[in-house]
């Protein structure tokens, strides 16, 4: 089994901000992590994903993330917010051969000019 | 490259009637999956196509949807009668093997079908 927890349904930054999205996650075989973000009115875009190797993942955008097996975590992270970040994002966790992802109910990112 | 394509965009109806759905994934990707968006919550996973075999349907209310694969391209997801609750967006989705599997493919989405049951 496998599922996705994302705190804070809401999220507010001044523009220039530091973006911090938090999830964490629980599965049973080594997990592979997603971050999507969705604009109004389309569909999901894959910002980064961790597989295996370096825990460090880069995205597009200037988005990364950070694996920690020890917290079960993998958290988004942007130095500095845009208003074109302005979106809704869900991480994601897939179970290597089950072949199934299992997303977050969603983290809507606003960014305050 | 073509994304995915799904239609219509939008979709009213009232309730007890049929609707469908079409989504036309990206050329080459063998697998294809049909999520449920309620307002507020992520993707749920209703299907998920592998060529033209449906390889997890657990999650598809069968008694009212059903789907298809023709040929392993095309799909199209119906739901027959529509109720209330139904009031969702309908997402589809491709990619090259099952994401999540050993390559970790991503998965690429079309902008959704959104519909509204009166």
């Known amino acids: 089994a496998q599922s996705v927890t994302q705190l804070g349904s809401h999220v507010s930054v001044s523009e220039g901000a530091l973006v911090l999205l938090r999830c964490n996650y629980s599965s049973s075989v080594p997990p592979y992590l997603f971050w999507y973000v969705q604009y109004p009115n389309q569909g999901l875009q894959l910002l980064l994903k961790y597989t295996t190797g370096a825990t460090l993942v880069k995205g597009i955008n200037g988005f990364e993330a950070e694996f920690k097996k020890s917290e079960t975590s993998f958290h988004l992270t942007k130095p500095s917010a845009h208003m074109s970040d302005a979106a809704e994002y869900f991480c994601a966790v897939g179970s290597g051969g089950y072949q199934k992802v299992t997303f977050g109910t969603g983290t809507k990112l606003q960014v305050i000019p | 490259e073509a994304g995915v394509v799904q239609s219509p965009r939008y979709k009213i109806i009232e309730k007890k009637q049929p609707v469908a759905f079409w989504c036309n994934p990206i050329?080459?990707?063998?697998?294809l999956y049909w999520y449920r968006q309620n307002l507020g919550q992520g993707p749920e996973l209703l299907i998920r196509y592998e060529n033209e075999e449906a390889v997890d349907d657990s999650q598809l209310p069968k008694d009212r949807f059903s789907a298809e694969r023709l040929k392993g391209v095309d799909s199209t997801l119906k739901i027959q009668p529509a109720e209330l609750g139904d009031s969702a967006v309908y997402l589809c989705?491709?990619?090259?093997?099952?994401?999540?599997?050993?390559?970790?493919?991503?998965?690429?989405f079309g902008p959704g079908t959104r519909l509204t049951v009166l």
């Open positions: 989705a491709s990619s090259l093997e099952g994401a999540g599997g050993p390559k970790g493919n991503e998965q690429f």
């Open positions: 050329s080459g990707h063998n697998t």
